[in-house]
Structure formats: C-alpha cells, structure tokens
C-alpha cells in the first residue's frame, strides 16, 4: 500500500514546536452528520443498567472489569454527575454518558471508516509512522450542563510505547469554545518529557508518580469548528474544563502508536487478547 504524506512543511513546524496541530476542515459535515447519527443509533440501543462510570479524577476508584474489557469492546461510561442520590439517572441516557469506547474504530463500520481513510493515514505517515495502529478510540459527548472536566494530562502516561509513540487525533463533531469546554494546552510542553505512567498491575490501575502542579496560566484554548482535527503530541499537556453551558461538546478521540521499533508497554491498562491491525505499513 502505497502511502503519501498531507501536511505542509509549515503545518508540520507548527506541530513540532507547539506539541498540537489544527486541521480545519478535516471532516466534512456530512462526514460528521455520519458519525454523530451513528452514536445516536447505538445510544438507543443501549442497555442503561449496564455501563459505569468515567472520571480522570478517580479512575482508581470507578475501574473494574466493565472498563477494562472496554479496549476490545463498544462500552459506555456515565458521567460522575449523571446520578440522583438514589442511583437513578437525573436525565435521558442520551444526556447522562460521558463517553463510548474503546474499540469503536475496529467494531463499528461508520467510525472504522473514518479511521482506516486515506488522509488519517497521510496525516500519520507524514508523521513518520511506520506501521500505526489505532489503539483506542473514544466518543466524547462533553454534556451541557454535567460534562465533566479532564485534568491536566498526556497521552503516553496511559498508552505507553518504548520508545513513547503516541499521538492524540481529536475530531470536533460539534464547534468547541471555551464555553462547552474546548480543549486547553500548553504549548511547548511535549519537549519536557513524560512526567508520569498511569499503570496496571495486581492491585489494579494507579500513577507511578504524583500529579504534577500547572500553571493554568500557561494554558491556552484551542477553539475549533465542527470538522476540525486536533493532532497532539503524546507528551503535550492538555486538559479540559467542565461544560457548565447549555451545549455539548461532541468528539471523537483517537490514539495511535506505532508498533515498528516500538514495544507496547505490558503493564499499560490496555492489555488485549488480539493484537490490533496496522492502518499500514511502510515498506520505504
């Protein structure tokens, strides 16, 4: 398979001296209109007594093996305000998920379209990815009113390569602000290396390390349009806020590492029994 890479020499010095990169444009809105009717599909068709719940707080607590068979599964997650103290849903099920992950883009033929696509694929070779894999995939809804907030954090604490590899692509199905919660970074920050390894072993999921203290100042909004693509550098620090507005915030989240001259880490939460398949692999 013969493979060309997309992005300019400009595009590509923005992304190596920020840690991010927008693509405008990326997707376009009958592509998004695809995708989003697809989860609303697969939304109605969820059992809502089954599912748990996603916090970037307290994942230690909220991990078990719902989360864990996630990586090779279509599975939803609630959101931690979703719940009357009673243990009933404040709201439709529609308005109370957090996310659904994180095998979509293998399962699913919609989001698998998307994900296998000639110009994912072009972004990532001119990347210099070898032979990537996607190795998780994430619809995040983002709910008005309850979306909760992502902490500050990197991608390749979670999904660890030796050497590190991965790469964040953060499709806006919905015009993020930093009103309904946009994502928020550092810029230049991938330079300073991984500050710490979220691991999984016999007690269960933890940090190898505290959580660094930032300096929301530093931050700065990436606001985006529907259709827009967000490509992150796997040590960039970024972070959302909560979405305390009346609109939600819909995206897809990818992940991609590269398996050549990469090993995947054995104690990293995502253990799978089937080993995942190549987007391509570069034979140059």
């Not at 529609?94 to 110009?119: C, M, R, W």
């Not at 691991?199 to 827009?228: A, T």
């Not at 967000?230 to 970024?238: A, R």
Request: aromatic share 10%.
């Amino acid at each position: 398979m013969r493979i060309a890479g997309n992005l300019t020499p400009e595009q590509l010095d923005f992304f190596n001296t920020n840690g991010y990169l927008v693509l405008e444009s990326f997707s376009s809105p009958e592509e998004v209109r695809e995708m989003r009717d697809r989860m609303a599909e697969l939304l109605d068709g969820f059992d809502g007594s089954i599912a748990s719940i996603f916090s970037t707080k307290n994942q230690q607590q909220h991990t078990d093996d719902y989360f864990f068979e996630s990586a090779e599964k279509i599975s939803f997650f609630f959101e931690e305000k979703a719940f009357r103290e009673d243990g009933h849903l404040k709201q439709p099920k529609e308005l109370s998920i957090n996310k659904v992950g994180h095998a979509l883009h293998e399962i699913d033929p919609i989001f698998k379209k998307f994900t296998s696509s000639d110009k994912i694929s072009g972004m990532l070779y001119s990347l210099d990815y070898k032979r990537p894999v996607v190795i998780q995939s994430m619809y995040i809804f983002k709910q008005p009113g309850i979306g909760g907030e992502v902490v500050p954090h990197q991608d390749n604490s979670f999904l660890y390569t030796e050497p590190p590899s991965c790469t964040g692509l953060w499709l806006a199905l919905e015009d993020a602000t930093i009103t309904n919660g946009c994502l928020w970074a550092i810029p230049g920050s991938h330079k300073n290396g991984l500050r710490r390894r979220f691991i999984r072993d016999e007690n269960g999921v933890h940090f190898d390390h505290p959580s660094p203290s930032y300096d929301n100042k530093e931050f700065v909004p990436v606001e985006v349009k529907e259709g827009s693509l967000v490509v992150i550098h796997g040590d960039l620090i970024h972070q959302s806020f909560e979405n305390k507005s009346p609109n939600s915030r819909h995206a897809l989240s990818l992940h991609v590492v590269d398996t050549d001259g990469h090993v995947w880490a054995k104690d990293n939460w995502i253990q799978r029994k089937v080993e995942p398949e190549p987007l391509y692999t570069c034979r140059c």
